[in-house]
């Protein structure tokens, strides 16, 4: 009896450690929580800022509407730094792809609290080509020159 209940309760602090856990790492990786995956706002804009910093990067930049007035945007990019170093996109070559005052249009899910703030999907230069693919995967970096 008394090494059945102590099964019982060693099996019940397990399941609380494994809930705990689960928890935490849903927090982190709730994108669904905070923005809403099934839509996707388009925005033309020119990058004043870009921030490669973990666990994720963080892109702004201004968009102007038809009357001048400017909103200023805040993304989260989804991949990680390290996922983003994976496929070429270290600090030099991201920083240098999406320098302030560089134009683009930037794919978001809007984030459900509202506001000018998405998980950024997408991102073109200005000529429409991609600079990181859907979630930041598929876009291969630009060749670099040597000069």
């Given at each position: 009896?008394?090494?059945?209940?102590?099964?019982?309760?060693?099996?019940?602090?397990?399941?609380?450690?494994?809930s705990?856990?689960?928890?935490?790492?849903?927090?982190?990786?709730?994108?669904?929580?905070?923005?809403?995956?099934?839509?996707?706002?388009?925005?033309?804009?020119?990058?004043?800022?870009?921030?490669?910093?973990?666990?994720?990067?963080?892109?702004?930049?201004?968009?102007?509407?038809?009357?001048?007035n400017?909103?200023?945007?805040?993304?989260?990019i989804?991949p990680?730094?390290?996922?983003?170093?994976?496929?070429?996109?270290?600090?030099?070559?991201?920083?240098?792809?999406?320098a302030?005052?560089?134009?683009?249009?930037?794919?978001?899910s809007?984030?459900?609290a509202g506001?000018?703030?998405?998980?950024?999907?997408?991102?073109?230069?200005?000529?429409?080509?991609?600079?990181?693919?859907?979630?930041g995967?598929?876009?291969?970096?630009?060749?670099?020159?040597?000069?």
């Amino acid at each position: 009896m008394r090494a059945r209940g102590l099964a019982v309760s060693f099996s019940a602090a397990a399941l609380a450690s494994l809930s705990v856990l689960a928890l935490h790492v849903y927090a982190h990786h709730g994108s669904a929580v905070s923005y809403d995956l099934t839509q996707k706002v388009v925005l033309k804009g020119t990058i004043t800022d870009f921030k490669y910093i973990n666990p994720h990067p963080a892109i702004f930049w201004d968009v102007t509407d038809d009357k001048g007035n400017v909103t200023h945007w805040t993304g989260e990019i989804a991949p990680n730094v390290a996922q983003l170093q994976q496929n070429g996109w270290g600090r030099k070559r991201s920083e240098a792809a999406l320098a302030a005052g560089t134009p683009v249009t930037i794919t978001v899910s809007p984030s459900r609290a509202g506001g000018p703030v998405g998980l950024v999907q997408r991102i073109e230069s200005g000529s429409g080509d991609a600079i990181l693919g859907e979630i930041g995967l598929g876009a291969t970096p630009p060749a670099e020159t040597k000069q």
